[in-house]
């Protein structure tokens, strides 16, 4: 369903001096329907940089993210047009980021029930009981449904991120170390949550950092070397 | 699968001056300025292109005097263009609000004219049904001297409306979804603060069920609770009726919030575009990483 052939990701940092840092270099895999693929490796090795290429919040440097997506056939991620690119993340590829960031002022609630209600025909009152249930069951205290999260801890806030995206059962979701600030049980139920999505058939990249996690989750992990010979400058 | 763009600018362009013939080369990024050196022209935007879709909300970014209210005012024909086009395509009966407008302008609306070759009537016409703005100063906005209601039945009678009674009612529920309490709608805009003076600005744009809506800096200058407050209004508001958002602003969390894709513009030209994330996670032209840098 998705492979990755040679992708390289270069930032140039302008405002230092044109400051060269290269991470992955000429990265490859290839992930089938259904897999759960686990990326690992050091700090600072680029295994957050690649599903945000996948994503395309970053612009591959080089080499093809071939995506056979249901909407358009097979495309690649790392060419295709705006307006495409955004029609995918409307209907089949989510991602979950390390921290949440969503408007002030919208309940908890309605940030996991619009992001459902966006993408399907569920009614509000449908999409407000799934949204319900499912922050019920990563243990959001319901008193906290109609608060916004901008107050939540950073356990909490991380669950409403992992929530609004699994509620609409994306086909490709990239997961970026959603476990990170989550105690052992909370931990666990995002585990098992992944896990029924996973057997209802979508497709998952993950970041953990913690290998145990990694081992209930991923049929096959990509291991990172440690960045090699970053930084390098522009003549 | 994408419908067709509801707005297609191309090579949107104004002059301030006589303009010559070395006014491209002489102004931009590369030059570092918009001002012609020969002739003195400003060149307050220039081959500015751009598709907007149904539903879609773009950004615009700049530093102070790149051209971004430039763009939205010449979109909204308050000024003239020195060049470019823009085609707009609405779908016949596309469910305004709005009296007999649409009847007058249909021709213009397939996607094919230059709705700048159009008559002043017809722009009229075309920006009274389908468009609102939210200037960036209230008082380009509001009449001060008028009241809150007062100003929605204006913008009411321009998209066709007459009666009384009938604007009065929808100048109350506008009024009551931008959450301005309705005992204040006979008041007028000078007395309010400057968050309700653009809520009113909201309300005004929206007054003919607009299917694009332009705003300016609608959150600077407001403090950071009420800020919020109009994000919120805009963001339900754009939920609610499908509206197609064009969004300037020097505050990045702004357009971060409310807007998929951006264009960053700098001496009057448009120097990067990208989805919205990626221009601010993976900026690419320096001046833009400058930006987002300094902002974060
Ligand atoms: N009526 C005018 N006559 C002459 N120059 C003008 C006129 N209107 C705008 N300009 C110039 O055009 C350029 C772009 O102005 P514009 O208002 O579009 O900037 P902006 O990007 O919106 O800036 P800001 O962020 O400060 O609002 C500026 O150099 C401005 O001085
Ligand atoms: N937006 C960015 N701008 C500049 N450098 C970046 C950016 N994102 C990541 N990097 C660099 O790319 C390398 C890989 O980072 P990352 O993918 O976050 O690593 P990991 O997730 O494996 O810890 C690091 O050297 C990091 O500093
Ligand atoms: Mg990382
Ligand atoms: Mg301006
Ligand atoms: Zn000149």
Redesign the pocket.
């Known amino acids: 369903m998705l492979s990755v052939l040679d992708l390289t990701k270069r ?1 140039t ?1 302008h405002t230092q001096g044109g400051k060269v ?1 290269e ?1 992955p270099s000429a990265f490859s895999f290839s992930l089938h329907e259904g897999m759960f693929l686990g990326l690992a ?1 050091p ?7 690649v599903l945000k290429c996948i994503y395309r919040t970053y612009l591959p440097t080089k080499g093809a993210l071939h995506y056979h997506s249901l909407l358009f056939g097979p495309v690649d991620l790392a060419q295709l047009d705006e307006h495409r690119m955004l029609d995918l993340r409307r209907t089949e590829i989510a991602y979950v980021s390390q921290f949440l960031r969503v408007i002030p002022r919208v309940p908890a609630i309605e940030i996991v029930a619009s992001a459902l209600k966006y993408r399907s025909s569920a009614s509000d009152r449908e999409a407000l009981r799934k949204a319900a249930e499912l922050l019920e069951r990563l243990g959001i205290p319901p008193r906290l449904f109609d608060t916004y999260p901008s107050t939540f801890s950073g356990g909490e806030q991380q669950r409403v991120n992992i929530a609004r995206s699994v509620i609409w059962k994306p086909r490709l979701l990239l997961l970026d170390e959603p476990t990170a600030s989550l105690d052992s049980t909370a931990a666990a139920t995002v585990v098992d949550i992944l896990r029924e999505l996973r057997d209802a058939g979508s497709t998952m990249i993950g ?1 953990f950092h913690d290998r145990a996690t990694m081992a209930q989750l991923a049929d096959q992990v990509h291991e ?1 070397p440690q ?1 090699r010979s ?1 930084h390098a400058y522009r003549d | 699968m994408r419908d067709q763009p509801l707005l297609s600018a191309r090579g949107l362009t104004r002059f301030y001056g006589t303009g010559c013939v070395s006014c491209p080369e002489n102004t931009g990024p590369a030059a570092a300025t918009n001002r012609c050196s020969a002739c003195g022209t400003i060149v307050a935007c220039a081959e500015v292109s751009f598709d907007l879709y149904p539903d879609e909300t773009i950004g615009i970014v700049g530093e102070s005097g790149s051209g971004k209210s430039t763009v939205v005012r010449l979109l909204h024909f308050d000024i003239e263009p020195s060049a470019g086009s823009l085609s707009v395509t609405i779908p016949h009966g596309a469910g305004r609000q709005s009296g007999n407008g649409q009847v007058h302008v249909q021709h213009l609306l397939d996607g094919t004219a230059d709705v700048f070759g159009a008559t002043a009537f017809e722009r009229r016409m075309i920006r009274n049904t389908f468009m609102g703005i939210v200037y960036q100063n209230a008082a380009a906005g509001l009449r001060m001297q008028v009241s809150a209601g007062g100003n929605v039945a204006e913008r009411l009678i321009a998209g066709g409306w007459r009666s009384v009674g009938a604007m009065r009612d929808r100048a109350a529920w506008l009024l009551d979804k931008t959450e301005i309490p309705l005992e204040r709608m006979d008041e007028l805009p000078r007395n309010f603060s400057g968050g309700m003076q653009q809520r009113v600005q909201i309300a005004k744009a929206l007054s003919n069920s607009p299917v694009v809506l332009l705003l300016d800096e609608v959150t600077t200058g407001l403090d950071l609770s009420v800020q919020a407050r109009v994000l919120d209004v805009i963001r339900s508001l754009q939920r609610e009726f499908r509206l197609a958002l064009i969004v300037v602003s020097h505050d990045l969390g702004v357009i971060r919030l409310l807007t998929s894709r951006t264009m960053v513009m700098k001496h009057g030209r448009v120097i990067e575009t990208g989805l919205t994330d990626q221009i601010l ?2 900026p690419q032209h320096p001046y833009t990483q400058l930006l987002v840098s300094s902002q974060l």
Do not use: P, Y
């Open positions: 930032f940092l840092i991470a490796g700090s600072g090795s680029g295994k957050s940089t970041i990172f960045q970053v | 996670e993976d």
